[in-house]
C-alpha cells in the first residue's frame, strides 16, 4: 500500500469487533502490512507493519463464515453507510492465505520476499495485483460462494473492482467505461456483463495532465502555494490525488502538502514550503495512484533581494529627495518589487518610498521626505519582491540638513516694549537643543540677539523682546538650527498710539456727540475699538471708524451727565493708546460762559477796537468758541432811545477757556454815546449778557493847551 492524503491510519477488522490500528506516515512510499486472525475465545488478531508487530489484542469471538463480505481499502458494517474508513492511497498485491504461522517467522518472511511467494507460507486462497492484464488470479483453494469487493478509493465508485468466484475475471466501473473506452489499457475492451459496463481484463485511470501554475516565479526559501490547473485530479470529495512533486525534473521533492481545490479535478495546490534553495527552474509532476503527469513548468525562484549601496550617501536638501538604490533581486520586472521603504535610524517606524520607481534587477528609485529632520538623520531601505522582505540595508543616506526658512512672523503689529515674535517656517530643528540663536534687527541695522529664545516645534521659534522701542521701528529676525542661518524674516512694524486732543473737547450734557479724536501712531485699518472712561468706568464707542491714518472718531450715545470729562483710548491691531489725561484730548460737558471783565470800557469812534473779554467756561480749545456776539443800546442824534440788532464780531479769538478777543468793526457802524453788551457761545453753550459795558465816545478835539509855557522839569 501508498500512503497519500490525509492517510495515518491502518486499520484491520474482523466481524463487529473493534479494529486493530497502527499510524503511520504519510511518506510516498510503499509500505507493507499484515492482519491475522484467529477465531475462538482465545483468538488473537494481530496488526504487523512492514514486519514488526504494531498491534495485538483479543477480539469477542466472532467466526467467519464463507458468506461473510470480505471488504479491501474500505471497513464494512450493513447498519453504516455501509462503507466507511475508505483507504486513500495504493494497494497492490493483495494476498489470503488460510493457514497458521509463527507470529514472528511469517510476517517477517512475508515482508523480506515482498512482492513474491517463496512457498514458505503454505495455503495461498487469493492473490490480487494491479501489475499487468490479467490481474487477479486463484488458486485451487480460492474461496467460494461468495465475491470479494476491493474499495481503493470511494473515488472509483461502488464498488470498484468485483472478482466473481465464476473464475471469470472482471473489472467493472460504469463511470469510468462510459468515457473513452472506460480508459482501459490497449488490449482491454469495455463490455457489457449483465447490464453493466466494465473493463475485460482490468482498467486503468488516464495519467492527470498539468496546464498552467498560477504562479512564474517564487522567492527561494519561502514557503509558498502554488495552484495547478489541468485536468484529472480527481476531487474534492473522493481525493483521487496522491501527491505532487516538483524540482528541476519535476520528482525532487515532494509538496509540503498537496490537495484537491475542485469537484471537477481541474485544480490542485502544491506548498513547496522552503524546499526550494536554488534558483535553478522548477517543474511539477501530479500523480494519481501510479499514474504520473508529464512534468510541467517551468517556475523561476529568486533570491532574496538584497541592498549592497545606495547613492547619494548624503545631502543637503530639503524636502523630496530621490535616492537610487542599488543591488541585487530587485526582480526582472517592475511588478514584483511590490514594496520598498525606509526608516529613520533605529527601524521601529518604516514609510513607503514615494515615489518607488523600478529600474531594473539591480536598482531601484526611493523618494524620501527630509522635512523637518535634524542634522545627520540617517535612513535605512528594505525592498519587498513578491511579498517577501528583503533584510535591512546596511548602507545609509544621511540627511545633513539645510538652512532654517522663516515664511512669516507675527503678530504684524507689536507695542513698543514686551514684544514676543512668533516665526513661523520650516526645517527649524528637532528641539531646544538644536536652536543656536535667534536674532533681531531694527531698522535694517546690527542683528541682536533676542532676549529670550524657545523652540517650540520644527516650524515655529518665538522671539521674546523687553524694548524700548519707538512707533514706526521695523524689527526682523534671523534663525540659526545647529549653527546654520535662516535668510531674514518679514518685518514686524512697532506702533505706539497716542491722542492728543479732540474735537470738541466740550459739550452739552445729555446728548449724543460725536467726537474726533486726532493723534500719532494710529494706521490706516486695524482699528479694533475707540473706548471712552468716565468716572473710572470704560463703554466701548457706540460707532466709531477711521477718518485717515492719524484720525478717528467715536460718538457717544446719549450725552454724559453735566459736569463731567470723558478721556479716550483707542485700539490698532491689538494695541492700545494709553487713557488721555490732557484736557485738550478730552470732552468735558461745558455750562454756560460767564463774562467778568471787558477791556477797554470805552474806546472812541473812528477806530477798530479790538476788546478783550475775561471770563470762564469759554471752552477748551478755539474749536469750541462758536461765536461772540454783542448788542448795542443807546439814544440816537433825534434823543430817541434805541436797541441794536445782535451783531457778531468781525472776528472771535478764543485764547483760553478765560480769555476771548472780539475784534469789532470800524466806529461808524456805532452810535456815540451807546453801549456795547456781549455775549458768548463756547461748547455749545451760550452765556448771558455781560454785565460791563463799552462806551462810545466822540474822538477829543484839542483848541488850546494851557499853559502853553512853564519851567523845565515841571
Known amino acids: 500500500r501508498r500512503v497519500h492524503g490525509d492517510s495515518t491510519t491502518l486499520r484491520c477488522t474482523f ?56 471488504v479491501i481499502g474500505a471497513a464494512y458494517a450493513s447498519n453504516v453507510s455501509p462503507y466507511y474508513f475508505y483507504w486513500l492511497g495504493m494497494l497492490d498485491d493483495f ?128 514557503s509558498t502555494v502554488i495552484t495547478l490547473t489541468g485536468t484529472r485530479f480527481g476531487n474534492v470529495a473522493t481525493s483521487y490525488l496522491v501527491g505532487i512533486t516538483f524540482g528541476p525534473n519535476g520528482y525532487e521533492n515532494a509538496c509540503s502538502f498537496a490537495y484537491i481545490t475542485t469537484s471537477s479535478g481541474t485544480q490542485a495546490t502544491c ?5 526550494v534553495t536554488s534558483t535553478t527552474p522548477i517543474a511539477f509532476i501530479a500523480r494519481i495512484w501510479s499514474y504520473n503527469s508529464t512534468a510541467f513548468g517551468y517556475i523561476t525562484p529568486l533570491a532574496v533581494p538584497s541592498i549592497s549601496s545606495v547613492a547619494p550617501s548624503s545631502t543637503l536638501a530639503i524636502g523630496a529627495v530621490s535616492v537610487t538604490v542599488l543591488g541585487s533581486s530587485f526582480g526582472v520586472m517592475s511588478s514584483q518589487l511590490t514594496l520598498t521603504q525606509y526608516t529613520l535610524d533605529d527601524g521601529s517606524n518604516y514609510l513607503s518610498c514615494s515615489p518607488s520607481t523600478w529600474l531594473n534587477s ?33 548602507a545609509t543616506f544621511t540627511s545633513l540638513g539645510s538652512a532654517p526658512i522663516i515664511t512669516s512672523a507675527s503678530p504684524t503689529y507689536v507695542p513698543t516694549t514686551s514684544i514676543t515674535a512668533s516665526l513661523v517656517g520650516s526645517q527649524m530643528g528637532s528641539s531646544q ?40 521701528d521695523v524689527l526682523n529676525f534671523m534663525v540659526s538650527v545647529n549653527s546654520i542661518s535662516s535668510g531674514v524674516s518679514p518685518g514686524l512694524t512697532v506702533i505706539d498710539p497716542v491722542i492728543s486732543s479732540c474735537n470738541p473737547s466740550i459739550g452739552q450734557s445729555l446728548t449724543t456727540s460725536t467726537i474726533t479724536l486726532m493723534g500719532t501712531g494710529f494706521l490706516a485699518s486695524n482699528l479694533d475699538s475707540v473706548q471712552f472712561m468716565v468716572d473710572a468706568i470704560s463703554t466701548t464707542c457706540s460707532s466709531f471708524a477711521i477718518l485717515s491714518a492719524s484720525t478717528v472718531s467715536c460718538q457717544i450715545s446719549g450725552g454724559i451727565a453735566g459736569g463731567k470729562s470723558a478721556s ?34 470805552f474806546v472812541y469812534g473812528g477806530k477798530t477796537p479790538n476788546i478783550t473779554i475775561t471770563g470762564s467756561n469759554f471752552g477748551n480749545t478755539p474749536a469750541d468758541l462758536s461765536s461772540i456776539q454783542f448788542q448795542a443800546y443807546g439814544i440816537s442824534s433825534t434823543g430817541l432811545v434805541f436797541s441794536g440788532a445782535l451783531v457778531s464780531c468781525a472776528k472771535a479769538v478764543w485764547v483760553s477757556s478765560s480769555n476771548v478777543v472780539c475784534v ?15 455775549r458768548i457761545t463756547a461748547g455749545g453753550q451760550t452765556g448771558t449778557g455781560s454785565s460791563n459795558l463799552v462806551y462810545f465816545r466822540p474822538q477829543p478835539t484839542y483848541t488850546k493847551v494851557i499853559p502853553s509855557i512853564g519851567p523845565v522839569d515841571t
Not at 469789532?664 to 456781549?678: E, K, R
Open 15 to 70: 466481524g463487529q469487533t473493534s479494529s486493530s490500528t497502527y499510524t503511520i506516515t504519510h511518506d510516498y512510499s510503499w509500505h507493507h502490512a499484515v492482519c491475522s486472525y484467529t477465531s475462538g475465545s482465545s483468538g488473537r488478531r494481530y496488526l504487523y507493519h512492514d514486519g514488526v508487530t504494531g498491534t495485538a489484542n483479543n477480539p469477542v469471538a466472532y467466526p467467519v463464515s464463507v458468506d461473510d463480505t470480505l
Open 95 to 222: 494476498r489470503i492465505y488460510s493457514a497458521s504461522w509463527s507470529t514472528n517467522t511469517n510476517p517477517q518472511n512475508l515482508y523480506n520476499n515482498r512482492g513474491f511467494d517463496d512457498g514458505t507460507i503454505p495455503n495461498l486462497a487469493i492473490q490480487m495485483t494491479w501489475d499487468s492484464a490479467t490481474d487477479i488470479s486463484y488458486p485451487s483453494d480460492s474461496v467460494g460462494g461468495t465475491s470479494l469487493t476491493v474499495y481503493t478509493s470511494s473515488a472509483f465508485g461502488t464498488p470498484s473492482t468485483t472478482i466473481f468466484n465464476s473464475g471469470n475475471s472482471y473489472c467493472q466501473n460504469l463511470n469510468e467505461c462510459n468515457r473513452n473506452n472506460g480508459g482501459c489499457p490497449v488490449g482491454n475492451t469495455c463490455t457489457d456483463n449483465s447490464g453493466s459496463r466494465g473493463c475485460s481484463g482490468g482498467f486503468i485511470i488516464p495519467a492527470p495532465t498539468i496546464t498552467a501554475l498560477s504562479l512564474s516565479y517564487i522567492v527561494v526559501g519561502i
Open 271 to 275: 506548498d513547496v514550503g522552503t524546499q
Open 362 to 394: 539591480s536598482a531601484f528609485l526611493c523618494g524620501v521626505s527630509t522635512t523637518g529632520l535634524a542634522v545627520g538623520t540617517t535612513m535605512r531601505f528594505r525592498p519587498q519582491l513578491l511579498g517577501v522582505y528583503g533584510s535591512l540595508s546596511t
Open 433 to 472: 537643543a538644536t536652536l543656536t540663536n535667534v536674532l533681531y534687527q531694527l531698522n535694517s541695522g546690527v542683528f541682536v540677539s533676542c532676549d529670550t529664545a524657545t523652540w517650540v516645534s520644527s516650524t515655529n521659534i518665538q522671539c521674546g523682546l523687553t524694548g524700548p522701542f519707538v512707533n514706526g
Open 568 to 601: 479716550f483710548r483707542v485700539t490698532f491691531a491689538g494695541i492700545s493708546s494709553p487713557w488721555t489725561t490732557n484736557p485738550l484730548a478730552m470732552f468735558t460737558t461745558s455750562s454756560p460762559p460767564v463774562i467778568s471783565l471787558l477791556q477797554p470800557s
Open 664 to 678: 469789532l468793526a470800524s466806529s461808524p457802524l456805532y452810535v456815540y454815546n451807546s453801549t456795547l453788551i456781549f
